[in-house]
């Protein structure tokens, strides 16, 4: 199926580690014949990398700096991209991260203005950078990565999955008010995954153990996770918008 | 992006309506290389669904039945396992609503009892006729359709949106049982579309809610039949138990 990326500029933002989700969006995205690909990340050394794995593909990239928390940053990155392509059709906001989480009586207003911060406001103002260009041409594609932790609850708070609810919230509504717009914008919800995410020393054990609760008996691959961001980032899905897909092998039924 | 659809067969209920999600399902699968059984109540329907499928160069066949009547899906899916060996995708189409039972204090018994045969009486006999096979391959893929109305409430009591809400559930707990057999269960949730599922004048639809819409433009069958292949391949097979609605940002749950 022609999934209609040809022409097409992309902007992810978290993309810079080598296991992680962001590459391999950028991956299918390059090798589905999107025109060109901007990767930002807060690590300049490694989004690099995976700049020059799309160009092996024969698709345009660049790799530019940007914590998405910082708002000039972002908005100096998003404007380089559209300066150096002329439009941004795409933006995928994978940048996100557990920071901690733990009983209620640990927790601190430090962590959460920054898993907040980072999860949720990051999202926020990359969007709002990206807007305009995409209002200029009546067209766009808006993918943020969620969690299946919203709909997965255990002992203690986790913040995290309170500012990636807090991402389907936002979905929705910016879903809402983009639709006259011409722009969709989605989300793209993954279960327990072995990525960098998991930050245990035992990470290995701590796989093993996630696999066996997860009803389809594995974590989602990046390769999963990218799948279903490019149903949402192409034309084939182009009257769907405001709609969080979880992926998450059963995890979240 | 290959689905990986090719040499797979589809069995697609209530494909008869030559204006219908149904036969844009199987023109869709069938231009990804699967080989499609269409099903409809009205042979004559399903025949002319299965000569456009022909003609994309996949082998075909129209089946006749009433798919509220196990022992007319049970011989369906018989004649369909004899002609194509095994079924890898079910697509649980055939649905519809009794218009006109709006005024819930004198709603009758039979038009409650005719809606959850038709829209979730149907589903379960269709899966239940097709998973026996699914199981002995470790392999199938069902799709629902469900309606974005399963997910909104409007006033006044629809048997129609109450039936799709339980097919919602009836999909979800289905996808928990089967999953750890390499079974996929999933639903697609239209919204209104311009076919003949509503006996009212299209002209009178499109100016009725439609442009109420957040996108202000109604379902096409190709909007359908797109989350359909999706859902029907392995490029989602992390996806389990979900319900993405098409309709436009009607449905933001």
């Known amino acids: 199926m022609d999934l209609g990326f040809k022409g097409k500029v992309a902007l992810l933002t978290g993309a810079g580690s080598q296991i992680g989700f962001g590459k391999a969006i950028a991956l299918l995205l390059a090798k589905e014949g999107c025109d060109a690909i901007a990767v930002t990340d807060i690590n300049l050394d490694d989004v690099k990398l995976t700049a020059e794995a799309v160009k092996a593909l024969g698709c345009k990239s660049i790799a530019l700096k940007a914590d998405v928390t910082n708002k000039d940053e972002v908005q100096k990155m998003v404007k380089q991209v559209a300066d150096e392509y002329g439009k941004i059709d795409i933006l995928v906001n994978v940048a996100g991260a557990i920071l901690g989480g733990g009983p209620l009586e640990e ?61 389907d919230i936002f979905t929705k509504q910016m879903a809402i008010m983009e639709a006259k717009n011409g722009i969709r914008v989605n989300c793209v919800a993954p279960g327990p995954s072995p990525t960098n995410f998991i930050k245990a020393p035992d990470k290995q054990a701590v796989i093993d153990m996630l696999a066996k609760q997860i009803p389809m008996g594995r974590g989602a691959t990046p390769d999963d996770i990218a799948n279903a961001t490019l149903f949402f980032a192409s034309d084939i899905s182009g009257y769907v918008t405001g709609q969080v897909l979880h992926v998450s092998g059963g995890s979240v039924l | 992006m290959d689905l990986g659809l090719k040499g797979k067969t589809a069995l697609v209920t209530g494909a ?104 979730t009486k149907g589903a379960m006999f269709c899966s239940q006729a097709v998973l026996p096979g699914m199981t002995e391959h470790k392999y199938g893929k069902i799709v629902n359709i469900s ?24 999909t979800r707990g289905l996808a928990g049982m089967v999953i750890k057999q390499g079974i996929n269960v999933n639903s697609v949730a239209p919204g209104w579309g311009l076919t003949n599922f509503d006996p009212r004048p299209h002209d009178e639809i499109k100016k009725g809610f439609i442009p109420e819409t957040p996108r202000a433009i109604e379902t096409t069958p190709k909007d359908i039949a797109n989350a359909v292949a999706f859902l029907a391949s392995d490029v989602s097979a992390h996806i389990v138990g979900q319900i993405i609605c098409v309709d436009g940002g009607s449905t933001m749950q």
Request: aromatic share 8%; with cysteine.
């Open chain 2, 16 to 119: 008869g309506s030559q204006i219908g999600f149904g036969k844009e399902i199987c023109l869709t699968l069938a231009r990804e290389g699967c080989d499609v059984a269409v099903n409809d109540i009205d042979l004559e329907n399903a025949r002319k669904t299965a000569d456009a499928v022909k003609a994309l160069g996949v082998k075909t066949m129209a089946v006749k039945a009433d798919v509220t009547k196990k022992a007319e899906v049970d011989e369906m899916v018989r004649k369909v396992l004899a002609e194509f060996g095994r079924i890898d995708i079910l697509v649980n189409n055939a649905g519809g609503m009794n218009f006109g039972a709006f005024n819930f204090l004198e709603a009758k018994e039979e038009t409650w009892d005719k809606d959850f045969a038709l829209n």
């Open chain 2, 147 to 170: 309606s974005s109305v399963a997910k909104q409430a409007f006033p006044g009591v629809s048997t129609y949106a109450m039936s799709k809400s339980a097919l919602y559930v009836f």
């Open chain 1, 107 to 167: 927790q601190k207003q430090d962590l959460w203005d920054r898993e907040v911060g980072l999860n949720l406001y990051g999202t926020m103002i990359t969007s709002q950078a990206v807007l305009p260009y995409m209002q200029k041409q009546n067209s766009g594609a808006i993918v943020n990565i969620g969690s299946g932790s919203t709909h997965m609850y255990s002992h203690g708070v986790s913040t995290y999955a309170m500012a990636k609810g807090a991402v």
